[in-house]
Nanobody
Framework: QLQLVESGGGLVQPGGSLKLSCRAS????????IGWFRQAPGKDREGVVC????????FPTTSVKGRFTISRDLAKNTVGLEMNNLQPEDTAVYYC?????????????WGQGTQVTVSS
């Protein structure tokens, strides 16, 4: 079983940057696909970007391409999400999730979320 804890959220002005971190505890961290998701008030949760287990291929959603970057540190059991040029529409609770190997598989483990607010 994997436990996930997000950190790094906060308030940032439009055009600013934030880096989120998802720390995992549990065995075989590198085996899992790790995805970042977000949920804005009144909206469904949506996938933001995902990294496959083992090979580490990444899959960003169209709206964040060129602005958000996912990275993985196997030694620290963490997955980071670097977010640049943030816009008000990026405001949401951001969650990390973990699933078996590939991003297309079900995400079985979830963190508690961290709030990101983009506002002037």
């Amino acid at each position: 079983q994997l436990q996930l804890v997000e950190s790094g959220g906060g308030l940032v002005q439009p055009g600013g940057s934030l880096k989120l971190s998802c720390r995992a505890s549990g065995p075989s961290f590198g085996y899992y696909a790790i995805g970042w998701f977000r949920q804005a008030p009144g909206k469904d949760r949506e996938g933001v970007v995902c990294i496959n287990g083992t090979v580490g291929s990444t899959f960003p959603t169209t709206s964040v391409k060129g602005r958000f970057t996912i990275s993985r540190d196997l030694a620290k059991n963490t997955v980071g999400l670097e977010m640049n040029n943030l816009q008000p529409e990026d405001t949401a609770v951001y969650y990390c999730g973990a699933g078996s190997l590939y991003c297309g598989n079900e995400f079985k483990y979830w963190g508690q979320g961290t709030q990101v607010t983009v506002s002037s």
